[in-house]
């Protein structure tokens, strides 16, 4: 199992610009989620799935969107980037009920110029 | 939202020591699980806690959750120089889908 894939690893960005971060796992996990993290923050929620075809947002969601066709796949899309969303973005998948033990993939490294 | 406490900030220590960090809540939590992360990584799961008073070890680590289920602490036995990371907490609330994560304490390991 490849685990958590995300791609691409490192991205620039002009204030403005669209792009999609990808996220994808070969669990069959049904939970996955996207934070983002910034220096002496911690890990912050931007939105979640439990489920192909249900979302819902976390903590900071505000200039994200994001939507789950399949169970494997969980892409962020970031509309206008801005400067303040500058940060290391990780995707984490785990299976529900109970056991909310959730891996995470390498990480997405963005900057907003 | 709710808010996890780990402490301490950062760590310095000698290789051999022992070392104990903690998170503590207002909230009561259903899980508290423990990470690890190294410099460009994505956390890696280290200890998941299911039950009040449960203490539950990983090779020299060791970590319990917490009797008013409101705190959980971590400790990393007899250090070595690839301990040097970043420790997250984090804690599932009752009834929620989400994890909440501490600030991470940073640890670095003296040869």
Known sequence: ?113 | GQQLNQSPQSMFIQEGEDVSMNCTSSSIFNTWLWYKQDPGEGPVLLIALYKAGELTSNGRLTAQFGITRKDSFLNISASIPSDVGIYFCAGQLGGSEKLVFGKGTKLTVNP
């Open chain 1, 1 to 113: 199992n490849a685990g958590v894939t995300q791609t691409p690893k490192f991205q620039v960005l002009k204030t403005g610009q669209s792009m999609t971060l990808q996220c994808a796992q070969d669990m069959n996990h049904e939970y996955m989620s996207w934070y983002r993290q910034d220096p002496g923050m911690g890990l912050r929620l931007i939105h979640y799935s439990v489920g192909a075809g249900i979302t819902d947002q976390g903590e900071v969601p505000n200039g994200y969107n994001v939507s789950r066709s399949t169970t494997e796949d969980f892409p962020l899309r970031l509309l206008s980037a801005a400067p303040s969303q500058t940060s290391v973005y990780f995707c984490a998948s785990s299976y529900r009920g109970g056991a909310y033990e959730q891996y995470f993939g390498p990480g997405t490294r963005l900057t907003v110029t």
